[in-house]
C-alpha cells in the first residue's frame, strides 16, 4: 500500500506492507522546503513517493494501492490520478494514530484546524473534530463537528468556525508567531505561553461555546477575538508591554485549549467506556493538553502517533488501504511503534559526504564513540547527532538530533541564539534513560515521542536547568533502549561521567528549516551554524581547529 499524505502542506509518503510500515518520509526533507508551501506544480514529480519506493526496492508497478486523503492538494495525486482511491482526511489522521498504537481496542479523538470539506445549503464546511471507535474490525465515527469556512487571502489565511485548531492558530497570528508560509505557529505560543499571564482568560471564554464536548466558535467570533487582540496591541505603549501582552495571549489560549481538550476527551469517555485513547490532527501536538488528559480524564493510558499533524496522514492512508480497504484485521504489535522511518545512509555514502569536504573538517573514527561525545558533551560541547533511519513528524527523536548538557544553565540561550537563530523563550526538551526518568520528572509513563509535557521533579530542576521551562514543565522524551539503542547508550555514557542520564534534545535544522534528511544535509547546516561537532553514525567530525 503507498499512502500519500497532507493537505495543502506538510506532504508526504508511506508504504506498507502486510501491515507493517516499510518507510515513510515528509516531502520537505527531500525538497528543503519547509512545511511545502508555494511548491505548486513542482509537487506532481512526488519525490517522497520515489523515496519510500526506492527504500523498498520495487516500482510503483508493484503496488497493490495507492490511497490519499481527500483534503490533499490534487496537484500532489498528478502523477497517481488513474490509480489513487480517496479516503476522509480525519480518518487517514485516525488511522495513523490507531493502527500505530498498542492497543486492541481505543476511542480514538482528531482534531486539527480543519480536514475534509463538503458544501451544506451553499456553505463550506471543513472537517474539525471527529469521535471514533477502534478495535480488530477497524474504526467507526461516532461524531463529527464541520465548521463554516470563510475563504481569506490564500488558502493558508482561511477561518473555519467550530475549531479548535483554527482558534489557537489565529491567536498565535494576531501576536505575531508564524512561521514558513505565514501560518500560525501553534508550537510556538505554546513555548511562550508559560511567560504569561491570566488577564485575558475571561476575555477569551466569551469567544466560543462548549457544551457535552461539542465545540462551537464562529467565524463572527473568530474574527472578533482578532480585532479584540489587535486593539489591545495597539495599545501597549512600548514593545515590552506588547510583548507582555503576547504573553499573556498565548496564555489564555493555552489555557482554553486545554479546558476544550479535557472536556472533549471525558465527553468522548462517557460515550465510549474507553480505557484507552488515541490522539491526531495538529492540536494533538499539543503535548501540554496530552499529558493533562492523563491527569485529568478516566483514561488510563494514551497514544499520541509521532507524526500527529498533516504529514502523519500518509502512514494513516497507507494503513487504512490495509485494514479498513483491505479488510485485515487489527492486532497490536508487541513492541512499541517505532518512528524510524527513513531510508539509510551507509558508511559509503557518509565517506564520501565528507570526502566532498577535505580540509575543512577534522575526521574522528574513536573506539570508544559513546565515550568520545559524551565526553565532549559534558565538555560544553553542541553536537549535532546523526544516525540511522531519520524519524517521522515534526520532532527529532534522536536521529537527526542537536544534543547538549542539560546541567549548563546558559545553553538553552546559547542554542537559541547562536545554533537555531530562533526566538529566546523557546524550550528545549530532555531525553531521558527509562529507568532513570521517575528520579527526574512527575511521571514513569513513558513518552517515547516527545508528545507529553510533565513538571520536573523540583529538587532536579537546578540540575537539568537547560530544559527545565520557565513553569518547572519540561517536553519529555523516554529513550526505549528497544527502540534507539545508540541514543541509549551514549545517554549512559552521559550518566558514567556525569551522574545524570539526561541530554538535552532539539531537532537537527537551523530556524525554519526541515530538520536534515541526508548526511549532506547534516553536513552544511553543521558548517553554517555553531554546533562544535558532528556525529555521522560512528565518524566524529570537528570544524578545522576545533576538536
Not at 54 to 64: F, Y
Not at 94 to 103: E, G, L, Q
Request: net charge negative; glycine share 10%; charged share 25%.
Amino acid at each position: 500500500m503507498l499512502g500519500l499524505g497532507g493537505s495543502h502542506h506538510d506532504f508526504g509518503a508511506c508504504l506498507v506492507e502486510d501491515g507493517r510500515i516499510v518507510s515513510a518520509v515528509e516531502e520537505e526533507r527531500l525538497t528543503r522546503k519547509k512545511v511545502g508551501y508555494g511548491l505548486g506544480p513542482r509537487l506532481q514529480r512526488c519525490l517522497a513517493a520515489d523515496y519510500v519506493l526506492n527504500e523498498a526496492g520495487i516500482t510503483l508497478d508493484d503496488v497493490d494501492r495507492v490511497v490519499a486523503n481527500d483534503f490533499l492538494s490534487p496537484v500532489y495525486t498528478l502523477r497517481f490520478k488513474d490509480r489513487v482511491e480517496y479516503i476522509g482526511h480525519h480518518l487517514s489522521h485516525a488511522a495513523s494514530t490507531f493502527y500505530t498504537s498498542p492497543f486492541e481496542e481505543a476511542a480514538v479523538l482528531v482534531m486539527d484546524g480543519r480536514g475534509s470539506e463538503r458544501t451544506v445549503d451553499g456553505t463550506r464546511r471543513g472537517e474539525t473534530i471527529t469521535y471514533y471507535t477502534g478495535d480488530a474490525h477497524g474504526l467507526r465515527p461516532l461524531h463529527a463537528v464541520w465548521g463554516e469556512i470563510a475563504a481569506g487571502v490564500r488558502r493558508a489565511d482561511d477561518l473555519c468556525a467550530d475549531s479548535v485548531g483554527s482558534m489557537y492558530e489565529l491567536v498565535a497570528k494576531c501576536i505575531g508567531l508564524t512561521t514558513v508560509g505565514g501560518v500560525g505557529a501553534s508550537g510556538k505560543a505554546m513555548g511562550l505561553a508559560p511567560y504569561g499571564r491570566s488577564r485575558y482568560v475571561e476575555e477569551l471564554a466569551g469567544s466560543y461555546r462548549l457544551r457535552g464536548g461539542d465545540f462551537r466558535q464562529s467565524v463572527a467570533q473568530q474574527r472578533e477575538l482578532a480585532r479584540f487582540i489587535a486593539g489591545e496591541l495597539s495599545r501597549a505603549g512600548s514593545e515590552d508591554a506588547a510583548g507582555e501582552m503576547r504573553a499573556d495571549f498565548a496564555f489564555a489560549v493555552q489555557e482554553h485549549t486545554e479546558r476544550i481538550i479535557l472536556e472533549m476527551a471525558r465527553s468522548l469517555h462517557e460515550r465510549t467506556g474507553a480505557r484507552r485513547l488515541c490522539l491526531a490532527g495538529g492540536v494533538a501536538l499539543n503535548s501540554v493538553a496530552n499529558y493533562k488528559i492523563l491527569e485529568e480524564t478516566p483514561f488510563e493510558e494514551i497514544h499520541i502517533v509521532p507524526a500527529a499533524g498533516d504529514q502523519g496522514t500518509s502512514l494513516g492512508a497507507a494503513l487504512q488501504g490495509h485494514y479498513g480497504m483491505g479488510g485485515h484485521r487489527w492486532e497490536p504489535a508487541d513492541e512499541p511503534f517505532s518512528p524510524y522511518l527513513g531510508a539509510v545512509y551507509d558508511d559509503a555514502r557518509i565517506n564520501v559526504a565528507i570526502a566532498t569536504l577535505r580540509g575543512r573538517l577534522i575526521v574522528e573514527r574513536p573506539d570508544d564513540l559513546y565515550g568520545r561525545v559524551a565526553a565532549k558533551l559534558a565538555g560544553g560541547a553542541v553536537v549535532g547527532w546523526f544516525q540511522g533511519r531519520s524519524e517521522i513528524g515534526p520532532r527529532a527523536l534522536g536521529n537527526r538530533s542537536i544534543l547538549a548538557d542539560p546541567r549548563d544553565p546558559g545553553m538553552k540561550d546559547r542554542i537559541n541564539a547562536k545554533v537555531k537563530h530562533r526566538e529566546w523563550f523557546r524550550p528545549f526538551a530532555p531525553v531521558v534513560s527509562r529507568d532513570r526518568q521517575a528520579e527526574f520528572f512527575s511521571t514513569d509513563v513513558p513518552a517515547p515521542y516527545m508528545l507529553l509535557v510533565p513538571q520536573v521533579r523540583p529538587a532536579k530542576r537546578t540540575v537539568i536547568p537547560s530544559v527545565t521551562h520557565v513553569d518547572g514543565s519540561a517536553r519529555l522524551q523516554t529513550v526505549l533502549p528497544e527502540l534507539n539503542p545508540r541514543l541509549s547508550a551514549l545517554l549512559d555514557a552521559f550518566d558514567r561521567i556525569t551522574g545524570v542520564p539526561v541530554l538535552l534534545n532539539t531537532s537537527f535544522n537551523d530556524n525554519e528549516e526541515p530538520i536534515v534528511e541526508t548526511p549532506e544535509d547534516a553536513l552544511r547546516c553543521f558548517l553554517s551554524t555553531d554546533m562544535d561537532a558532528l556525529v555521522l553514525g560512528d565518524t566524529v567530525l570537528f570544524k578545522d581547529g576545533q576538536a
